[in-house]
Nanobody
C-alpha cells in the first residue's frame, strides 16, 4: 500500500522560508516522479512543482519559479519542497502526489496524472 505523508507546514510571515517534506512508503520510491500541488480555500487544486524519477528534470508553476525548489532523497524515500520568499498568496494546503506509472510521465502538471496523494499540510503566510 502506497502512503505519502507530508510534514513541515506552519504559520510564517511574508518573506520567510519553509521546507516541506513528503515521506513515501510502500513502493520503490526511486522509480517514480513526484509532484507538489496546493489548494487555497475556494480554489481548485493547482500544480506547484514536480521532479522526474531520476531528478534530471524539474517543473515549476510560474507563480513559484525562482522561489521554490523541489528535490528528492531516494535513500530516505522523501521529496522536499523548499519555499523561500513566501508571500500571502502562497497560503494553501500543500499536497504531495505520486503517479501509479513508473519512470516517465506524459505530463506532470495535472492532478489527474497522479494516483496517490498525501493528507496535506497547511502553509499560512501572514502579511
Amino acid at each position: 500500500q502506497v502512503q505519502l505523508v507530508e510534514s513541515g507546514g506552519g504559520l510564517v510571515q511574508a518573506g520567510d522560508s519553509l521546507r516541506l517534506s513528503c515521506a513515501v512508503s510502500g513502493r520503490t520510491f526511486s522509480r517514480y516522479a513526484m509532484g507538489w500541488f496546493r489548494q487555497a480555500p475556494g480554489k481548485e487544486r493547482e500544480f506547484v512543482t514536480a521532479i522526474s524519477w531520476n531528478s534530471v528534470s524539474t517543473y515549476y508553476a510560474d507563480s513559484v519559479k525562482g522561489r521554490f525548489t523541489i528535490s528528492r532523497d531516494n535513500a530516505k524515500n522523501t521529496v522536499y519542497l523548499q519555499m523561500n520568499s513566501l508571500k500571502p498568496e502562497d497560503t494553501a494546503v500543500y499536497y504531495c502526489a505520486a503517479p501509479r506509472k513508473s519512470y516517465y510521465m506524459s505530463s506532470y502538471y495535472y492532478p489527474n496524472e497522479y494516483d496517490y496523494w498525501g493528507q496535506g499540510t497547511q502553509v499560512t503566510v501572514s502579511s
